[in-house]
């Protein structure tokens, strides 16, 4: 089975510094798809960065950026510059290509102070 | 672009009382999934269905019945409900081929028994 860790209930982060957001993750399958999702407080799930096993370059997507390392099974995520509206919970996720399961950590809390 | 909608947006129901919250995708999407989100455990799967004509159980199907009424609509009905299903509740699409499988979220229904 697989699992999504997020150890970090809640995390601040000053306006335009750098913060990076954990994830873990456990699967036994060789091939899998990692995501990041935003939820602002209006609720909606936003897709953020997707990271594939076999991807060799960690993914970047505008001022996010997944530093992915394989073997320790760990698929941080690294929001530069942050900006007031960085603020929301974000979601670590985990499909294996195989399968239609899609498995979300507990999310972390960003909370951006001017 | 709608994408993926969800109705209603809000409901109080009686415990005992039955309901049936609707979603419909205008992304050509196979893939449709109902989750429940509960405040420190991320979304959990209720069901899944990976095309049309097909529905499989997630790791939280008990007292939900679930029907892909075409390529377009998955539909997730409560019989008789319970307290315990107070949640939000998210229908997502995605389209497996490609390999991402990125899902899209609606908006969410938040739903209280009491």
């Known amino acids: 089975a697989q699992k999504i860790t997020q150890t970090q209930p809640g995390m601040f982060v000053q306006e335009k510094e750098a913060v990076t957001l954990d994830c873990t993750y456990d699967?036994?399958?060789?091939?899998?798809?990692l995501f990041w999702y935003k939820q602002p407080s209006s609720g909606e799930m936003i897709f953020l960065i997707y990271q594939g096993s076999y991807d060799q370059q960690n993914a970047t997507e505008g001022r996010y950026s997944l530093n992915f390392q394989k073997a320790r099974k760990s698929a941080n995520l690294v929001i530069s510059a942050s900006q007031l509206g960085d603020s929301a919970m974000y979601f670590c996720?985990?499909?294996?290509?195989?399968?239609?399961?899609?498995?979300f950590g507990p999310g972390t809390r960003l909370s951006v102070l001017p | 672009n709608a994408g993926v909608t969800q109705t209603p947006k809000f409901q109080v129901l009686k415990t005992g009382q039955s309901m049936t919250l609707q979603c419909a995708q205008d992304?050509?999407?196979?893939?449709m999934y109902w989750y429940r989100q509960d405040p420190g455990m991320g979304l959990r799967l209720i069901y899944y269905?990976?095309?049309?004509?097909?529905?499989d159980k997630g790791e939280v199907p008990n007292g939900y019945n679930v029907s892909r009424l075409n390529k377009r609509e998955f539909s997730l009905r409560l019989e008789s409900a319970a307290p315990s299903q107070t949640s939000v509740y998210f229908c997502?699409?995605?389209?497996?081929?490609?390999?991402?499988?990125?899902?899209?979220f609606g908006a969410g229904t938040r739903l209280s028994v009491l």
């Open positions: 269905s990976a095309s049309e004509g097909t529905t």
């Open positions: 992304m050509n999407h196979n893939s």
């Open positions: 996720a985990m499909r294996v290509f195989y399968g239609q399961n899609f498995v």
């Open positions: 997502a699409s995605s389209d497996p081929r490609g390999g991402l499988n990125i899902q899209y």
């Open positions: 699967t036994s399958d060789p091939s899998y798809g």
